[in-house]
């Protein structure tokens, strides 16, 4: 689940900096799109935001995926503990 985040924050991370490339080319390069500068940064500062946002929520997707994991494997290792104890008896 977290690749899927860190995905989703590289995509956006990489239209944030094509965004702000644009920004400052000349508008006679871009036939068309809106020539306002303010415009292209906002996106782009947009764009950067929800990219660092995903890739927050990856980290903690990865950090409670981790956590269940070793929790799991701890009471896994606590039970069969508890039955070599009770087939010793």
């Given amino acids: 689940m977290s690749r899927t985040?860190?995905?989703i924050a590289a995509t956006l991370l990489v239209f944030a900096l094509l965004s702000a490339a644009i920004s400052f080319m000349p508008s006679?390069?871009?036939p068309?799109?809106?020539a306002n500068a303010s415009h292209w940064r906002?996106?782009?500062l947009f764009l950067l935001l929800a990219g660092l946002a995903a890739a927050l929520a990856g980290v903690l997707s990865h950090l409670f995926e981790?956590?269940?994991?070793?929790s799991e494997e701890?009471?896994?290792k606590r039970r069969g503990e508890?039955?070599?104890?009770i087939e010793k008896h």
């Fill in 5 to 7: 985040f860190y995905i």
């Fill in 28 to 30: 006679s390069l871009q």
């Fill in 32 to 34: 068309g799109l809106p």
């Fill in 42 to 44: 906002t996106g782009s």
């Fill in 66 to 70: 981790q956590v269940d994991r070793r």
């Fill in 74 to 76: 701890a009471r896994r």
């Fill in 82 to 85: 508890r039955h070599q104890s």
